[in-house]
């Protein structure tokens, strides 16, 4: 999975390196809404916002660019996010989205 969601480099070959054999954590966490910070036909900033399986609100701005024919999360070498999640009150601004 993290090979389709992940931009191709350094970054992606230590976070597939690093989650293998490890167990996935039992908490969930479910998309609430977002907002685009920045577009343009190459490269976009998204913060998400989510809510954890014990109700608890975060956001996070990802930044994306498009390769490989879909829009991919570009982290950085070290195989890690480049922003930290932080928790919010509430989802005031965020356009409301949800899945499953």
């Keep these: 999975m993290i090979r389709d969601l992940t931009l191709p480099g350094p970054g992606r070959d230590k976070a597939m390196e690093d989650s293998e054999g490890t167990p996935s954590e039992s908490s969930s966490l479910q998309v609430a809404g ?12 998204i913060d998400i916002a989510f809510r954890l399986d014990n109700t608890a609100v975060g956001h996070i701005n990802m930044p994306l660019r498009w390769s490989e024919g879909d829009w991919k999360i570009q982290i950085g070498d070290a195989g890690q996010l480049i922003n930290d999640p932080v928790q919010l009150n509430d989802l005031s601004g965020y356009i409301p989205w949800s899945g499953v």
């Design 34 to 45: 977002f907002q685009i910070d920045s577009y343009s036909p190459q490269e976009a900033h």
